[in-house]
């Protein structure tokens, strides 16, 4: 589903990626794990189309996300780890731009929006940071495209929520799906995400399943003690 072979990319002169390496598969939840300041943001960005690669290639379900075809945006959703929202009720925003995606389900959405106890016919400017995180990923999951990339989702959710989250996420995983999630509360993912992957220095420098690394190991892989030992091998 995605595959990045050798990305460079920099903001200005000094580089964050070289010779970044992923290769990603449906039917996963993947969980991005990096120092602050690593690129993670910048990487999902870059499958999202909304930075460009130096050198070479990305490609997203089989497209170049840096044209930003529509055939493609209307596939895939991200979730910005700020959320930026129009003068208008989650409701409404449902109505006009649940459009852009064909299988945009609006009853799942406001059911979505029940679980984490939003009021749908707030404006958004009346919600608070956490509720209007809700909002959209709420409305990512029920766009229910094949590619999710989240950034930060589970910054300025409270506990309960956190685990109505993994609750929502683990719901709309199907095979055809990718979730990618980008976090440093690595203990907020646990039990969701079933690969992991590492950037470092640049490169991603792991990418396992976890489920077969549970396989070989005698107890369940503990993700800060993972995330811990990789960084300090490389
Ligand atoms: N628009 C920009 N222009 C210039 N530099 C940028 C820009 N956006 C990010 N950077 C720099 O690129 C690097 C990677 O930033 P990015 O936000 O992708 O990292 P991150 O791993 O998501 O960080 P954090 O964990 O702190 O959120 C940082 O050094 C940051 O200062």
Redo the contacts with the bound molecule.
Sequence with gaps: MIHLDAISFS??KQP?FSGLTMHLQPGHIYGLL??????????LKLLAGLVFPKGGTCKVLEQEPRHRRPSLMSQLYFVA?EPHLPHTTAARYADTYGVFYPNFDKSLYLEYLKEFQVPAEQVFSKLSFGQRKKVVISFALATQVPLVLMD?PTNGLDIPSKSTFRKLVAGAMTDERCIVI?T?QVRDLDSLIDAVLI?HQGKIVYNEDLNALAAEATAQPNLESLFQEVIQFH
């Excluded at 990096?34 to 990487?43: D, F, I, R, S």
């Design positions: 903001y200005e964050l990096g120092a602050n300041g690593v690129g993670k943001t910048t990487l780890d930060e980008s440093h950037l």
